[in-house]
């Protein structure tokens, strides 16, 4: 079975648990959105979404489908990460809540320290990164998700 095929196998059975629990369910819009992204084969993916538009939560559900079931090659002792880059540390610290609160409902065994989350027993961790040279730089990405890109400027530059 390939990437893909995986993470879009295991989007259903998560959401039936997500929703069993009384998460809001992902629309299908979102659905659509990931499913034709995997079957592309393309290896970038940017969605243009407005205010309240489930970018959050879905993001947060591939993100843990693709460190929990992603064929990602990390070499012995490193850690691989789902990076998530933004401007504002504070507001990408969010989706490390909502990804707590995931694993937590899956029943996946994690543990915290500062900004970084741990899956146990795997090479796998998520952590939030600002978005600068020296804040995105020596680190082993399996996948990023870069929170509202429009928004990174080089305050010298623009």
């Known amino acids: 079975m390939s990437h893909a095929d995986k993470i879009l196998d295991s989007l259903p059975r998560l959401e039936t648990r997500l929703t069993a629990r009384g998460w ?3 629309s299908p819009w979102w659905k659509d959105t990931f499913d034709a992204f995997y079957k592309s084969g393309k290896r970038q993916l940017v969605p ?6 489930g ?25 691989g990460y789902v990076a998530f ?3 504002s540390k504070s507001e990408a610290n969010q989706r490390l809540r909502t990804i707590e609160a995931i694993l937590t409902t899956l029943a996946v ?18 952590r939030v990164f600002t978005a600068t040279i020296a804040g995105v730089s020596g680190f082993t ?9 429009s928004k990174w400027r080089d305050h010298d530059t623009g």
Request: overall charge positive; some cysteine; proline content about 6%.
């Open 141 to 149: 990405s399996i996948f990023v998700v870069l929170d509202e890109a």
């Open 109 to 126: 065994r994690f543990t915290t320290k500062d900004d970084t989350i741990f899956v146990t027993g795997k090479p796998i961790a998520f």
């Open 24 to 26: 809001p369910a992902m």
């Open 85 to 87: 880059v933004s401007v």
């Open 55 to 79: 970018k959050s939560s879905s993001l947060c559900r591939i993100a843990v489908l693709e460190a929990l079931f992603g064929e990602h090659k990390i070499p012995p002792g490193d850690t």
């Open 48 to 53: 243009r979404v407005g205010r309240r538009g």
